[in-house]
C-alpha cells in the first residue's frame, strides 16, 4: 500500500510523477531484471529471479533514500515496504527458494488487512493515522474507507495466492507489477465519490 493510496491523496509541493516513481520504480526494475537477466547478466533462464530479487532489494533501498533526500521525510509505508523487501528477498537468495517472494505480497496484503479491520473491531480507522495530514474526513468516512481498503487488501492477497500457484513465473512477475498496480490505482480512484461525501472542508473566512 502507498501512502498516496495510487492517487486518492496529494500532498503539498509534492510532484505525484516523483512520487510515483519512487513508489513504482523499485517493481518495475524488478520485472526487467526478472525479464532480460539472463541476456544482462548471463545467468540460466531459471535463476532469473534470484537475481531480480536482489536488485529488487537494493532499488527498494535505493528509493528509500532518494525519498529522504527528494521529498525531505521518509512515508511511513516506504520504510514497510523496504525492510518486507529486504526480509523476504533474503530469504529468497540465502535458501535460494523462490517461495518466499512470491508470497510476500500474499503476506504483507493479509497483515494490512487484518490491521484495518481488526482496528474497526476496536473502533479505531487505523488508516486515519496515515492519511490524516492529506485527507480529512469525518468519522464515518474514515469507517467506510477503512472497512473497504481492508477488503481490497484481502483480495490482492487471494490473488496473488491464485497468480503465483497456478501461472509461470514469468506471469507472476508481470502481474506483480503490471496487474496489482492498475487495479489498486482503479480501486484507489473509485473511492472518490466516498471521499467527497465525507470530505470535511476548511469553514470559510468571513471577509471584514
Known sequence: MSESLAGTT???GVNPLLKLGLEFGPLAIFFFANSYGDRLFGVAEDRRIFVATGIFIVAS???????RVLLHHLPRMAIVNAVVVTVFGGLTLALDDAFFIKVKPTIVNTLFGCLLLGGLLFGRSLLALVLETVLQLDEEG???LTFRW???FFVLAALNE??????????WVAFKVWGVMPLTMAFALAQTPLILRHEIKPAATSEK
Open 150 to 152: 481492508g477488503l481490497f
Open 162 to 171: 491464485i497468480v503465483w500457484r497456478t501461472q509461470t513465473q514469468d506471469f
Open 142 to 144: 474514515w469507517r467506510k
Open 10 to 12: 496529494k500532498e503539498k
Open 61 to 67: 533501498l535505493v528509493s528509500l533514500v532518494l525519498s
